[in-house]
């Protein structure tokens, strides 16, 4: 195993960083009756209680300073066949929403159909962390789709899960 500094220019620690999976998700509300939103992959549930999630936002971000200040965002785990949904929920410029099936709640959270889970939060708190700022999300509502299989970002590629069975012996 082999240890190298890491550049300035980050090359090698972003490689690194994709060597880690991790869920897609989608953060968005209506502002000015339009869906408003981003794809976030760096996802975590943090506490139980309160009940706490965060995502990191880049601070070169455009979406995120109209998101932040809104009631509710709603939060939701992409699934596996939301690759195009994903794309598109990244891009700079352009509608973000084309082609995105989306619900709205009333308390102005956006989710995405047939996402593996969702959840109606707001803001709890945000921590500045570098080139980042680590956003904490209360989470006041929530739904879950268990056996949908979330869509993964591993190796700046979107992916999806496959399922490993073993056989257990009962001798063991």
């Not at 500094?5 to 999976?21: I, M």
């Not at 268990?146 to 700046?156: E, I, N």
Request: negative net charge; proline residues 7%; hydrophobic residues 40%.
């Amino acid at each position: 195993m082999e240890l190298r500094d890491c550049p300035a220019d980050g090359t090698e620690l972003r490689r690194a960083f994709g060597c880690f999976p991790s869920g897609v998700t989608a953060v968005c509300a209506i502002i000015d009756g339009e869906p408003v939103g981003m794809a976030a992959s760096s996802f975590t549930p943090v506490s139980i209680d309160p009940p706490l999630a965060s995502i990191c936002v880049q601070n070169t971000s455009t979406t995120w300073p109209r998101l932040r200040n809104q009631p509710r965002l709603g939060l939701s785990v992409l699934a596996e066949d939301h690759t195009e949904a994903a794309i598109s929920l990244s891009c700079k410029v352009g509608d973000r929403f084309a082609g995105v099936s989306w619900a709205e709640l009333p308390s102005g959270g956006v989710f995405v159909d047939g996402a593996s889970a969702w959840w109606d939060c707001r803001v709890y708190a945000e921590v500045a962390a570098g080139d980042h700022t680590i956003v904490l999300l209360e989470i006041c509502a929530l739904g879950a789709a268990p056996s949908t299989p979330p869509l993964v970002f591993h190796g700046s590629r979107f992916r999806r899960l496959a399922m490993v069975m073993e056989e257990r012996n009962e001798d063991h």
